[in-house]
């Protein structure tokens, strides 16, 4: 992960994903939300709200009398951690060999490999 931010455990991005989503929540809104998709145990949910905040990942308003939990880091700051922590557990930190085999897989479509191009021209035309 980047300088500062913890490693996020599968379970822990799903309360992530509705703090993202949802802003500020109680901890009774995030047990309701993720319910709706997962068969989660509400002290399953309280757990993992727990270990994001000993983590400095969630913070808590504690100015009301029903605790409010919200993201210390935008969505898009732990995906980055989450790639760059991807790239160097599974390839040594080297991009190239991770690019090379998902450009080498088969199930790139047409439309995937033209938007990759335009992605790669606009990049070279950046330096």
Same mark, same amino acid.
């Given at each position: 992960?980047?300088?500062?931010?913890?490693?996020?455990?599968?379970?822990?991005?799903?309360?992530?994903?509705?703090?993202?989503?949802h802003?500020p929540?109680?901890?009774n809104?995030?047990?309701?939300? *993720?319910?709706?998709? &997962?068969?989660?145990?509400?002290?399953?949910?309280?757990?993992l709200? %727990?270990r !994001? #905040?000993k983590?400095?990942?969630?913070g808590?308003?504690t100015?009301?009398k029903?605790?409010v939990?919200?993201s210390?880091?935008?969505?898009?700051?732990?995906?980055?951690?989450e790639?760059?922590?991807?790239i160097k557990? *599974?390839?040594?930190? &080297?991009?190239k060999?991770m690019?090379?085999?998902?450009?080498?897989d %088969?199930? !790139? #479509?047409?439309?995937?490999?033209?938007?990759?191009?335009?992605?790669?021209?606009?990049?070279?035309?950046k330096k």
């Amino acid at each position: 992960m980047t300088k500062g931010l913890p490693n996020i455990s599968e379970a822990e991005w799903e309360v992530m994903k509705v703090l993202w989503k949802h802003g500020p929540q109680t901890a009774n809104q995030v047990i309701e939300t *993720i319910q709706k998709q &997962a068969e989660w145990k509400p002290k399953t949910i309280r757990t993992l709200l %727990d270990r !994001l #905040t000993k983590k400095k990942v969630v913070g808590v308003n504690t100015d009301k009398k029903v605790y409010v939990f919200f993201s210390l880091y935008s969505e898009e700051e732990c995906k980055k951690a989450e790639a760059q922590s991807f790239i160097k557990k *599974i390839y040594g930190g &080297a991009l190239k060999p991770m690019l090379i085999q998902f450009i080498e897989d %088969d199930s !790139l #479509t047409k439309e995937e490999i033209e938007e990759l191009r335009t992605i790669l021209d606009q990049k070279e035309n950046k330096k």
